[in-house]
């Protein structure tokens, strides 16, 4: 519910057309790219966007080295396990003594998460500002609303909100810009290529959230 709300309030307050911020999503005629694009050729535009992808993540990953200590950052996620651990064991256990003795740390463990969530929000803070800049006013510029073509549909999140690929009725309508049925959208290669390279980045660079 907090999700759709983020997601309502930013659509409101970033119009941009009758569709919103996140109307390219939906794919259609406001679809991400340009009729126009800087760079032409589909491996070429393929490469180039996930040149950006992967950019992006090293960014984030340099940032994130920086800013956070991995020392106190693991050292706190051990004692929260652990703290966790115990108190689900000693509830399984129905052991009311040692459940009310956890329970006196449930303050400090409360206060340490929440140092652990500033610690992993603060860096987005950071790349948050180019990921928009570079997503909404360089890649529509650079790049046509079509990258590849895919052999099946990734549409598999229900609904009409997410549009990864053409779908059939949009590729047969003459003023769409899906020259066929499963042609992948600009975002969706992003999005696809970001998520494939980010947990490799992250093992390079030791730069993971798991600390394990």
């Not at 992006?56 to 200590?69: E, G, S, T, Y």
């Not at 956890?102 to 206060?111: A, D, F, P, Q, T």
């Not at 990258?147 to 999140?157: G, N, R």
Request: hydrophobic fraction near 50%.
């Amino acid at each position: 519910m907090a999700f759709e709300s983020v997601l309502l309030f930013l659509n409101s307050v970033f119009l941009e057309s009758h569709d919103g911020i996140f109307g390219f999503l939906g794919g259609g005629t406001h679809a991400m790219g340009s009729e126009d694009p800087i760079v032409k050729g589909v491996v070429l535009t393929a490469f180039a966007v996930t040149g950006f992808g992967i950019l992006l993540n090293l960014f984030n990953a340099a940032v994130r080295k920086k800013m956070v200590d991995r020392t106190k950052l693991a050292r706190i996620m051990k004692e929260t396990r652990s703290w966790q651990k115990e108190r689900m064991s000693a509830m399984r256990s129905k052991d009311q003594a040692k459940i009310n003795e956890l329970n006196k740390k449930s303050s400090y463990m409360n206060k340490m998460s929440m140092e652990m969530m500033q610690m992993n929000m603060r860096p987005m803070m950071i790349t948050f500002v180019p990921l928009i800049l570079i997503f909404y006013l360089v890649l529509p510029v650079l790049f046509s609303h079509i990258v590849a073509l895919s052999p099946v549909s990734l549409d598999i999140i229900p609904g009409n909100f997410f549009h990864l690929t053409c779908t059939a009725e949009q590729a047969a309508d003459p003023n769409d810009v899906c020259p066929a049925e499963n042609a992948l959208y600009l975002w969706a290669w992003y999005f696809l290529s970001s998520i494939a390279f980010s947990g490799i980045i992250m093992k390079v660079t030791k730069t993971s959230m798991d600390l394990s």
